[in-house]
């Protein structure tokens, strides 16, 4: 599986590196893709997750990469919907929100049960949510920080397209992820993390 995961993840990364938008807007995108990259490879011996996970962790990735290939703001499909249904902006960056919150959810879930860290389910899910909602709040600094030291040329990456609330919205977006990826994926992800450690699953 680890071969198909790479070979689909550098497939994705070459097309987007093409001709993209903004070279610097893609750089800005693909960078958390990439270090999710290295940071699977140096601890796969000592922790290796559920096909669930990194099949999650991919579609993640390759959300960034279309992203940094066309900019959020000028994704085709979007910009195509947005001219349907008579919307005021290419809403890319949303799906990408929500998956900041959808995906990230399942990954610390895992780390939290497989390491014994949380007792209750209860407790794991709250502090799960937690985990997301402070890791979007992160990320809105981030860009912040890149925005102040680029100037103009972050516009592309920050993709607010003039939404006075577009902050706000993203992270109240990968909330609402965390939340949907605990309610819809928990029962399933417990099989997957039974198969790889049977006495660990919440």
């Known amino acids: 599986m680890k071969y198909i995961w790479l070979g689909i993840f550098f497939l ?15 750089f800005l995108e693909v960078i958390p893709a990439l270090a999710g990259l290295v940071a699977l490879t140096l601890t796969y011996q000592r922790f290796q997750f559920t096909r669930l996970a990194y099949t999650l962790i991919l579609m993640h990735c390759i959300i960034l990469m279309i992203g940094g290939h066309y900019t959020y703001a ?3 499909l979007f910009d195509w919907l947005k001219d349907v249904f008579d919307l005021q902006r290419n809403n890319y960056d949303k799906v990408g929100h929500f998956a900041q919150g959808f995906i990230p959810a399942i990954v610390a879930r895992e780390i939290l049960v497989r390491k014994n860290i949380i ?33 103009e040329s972050a516009e592309a990456f920050l993709g607010t397209q003039g939404y006075v609330w577009d902050t706000q919205s993203d992270m109240g977006l990968a909330l609402l992820g965390s939340i949907c990826g605990l309610l819809f994926l928990s029962g399933f992800h417990d099989r997957e993390i039974e198969k790889i450690e049977p006495k660990t699953a919440h």
């Open 119 to 151: 007792n209750g389910k209860h407790w794991l899910s709250f502090l799960v949510v937690c985990f997301c909602l402070g890791f979007s709040a992160f990320y809105e600094l981030i860009e912040w920080w890149v925005a102040i030291s680029t100037g």
């Open 74 to 76: 000028n994704v085709p």
């Open 12 to 26: 994705v990364l070459i097309w987007s590196a093409i001709q993209p938008a903004d070279y610097f807007t893609w």
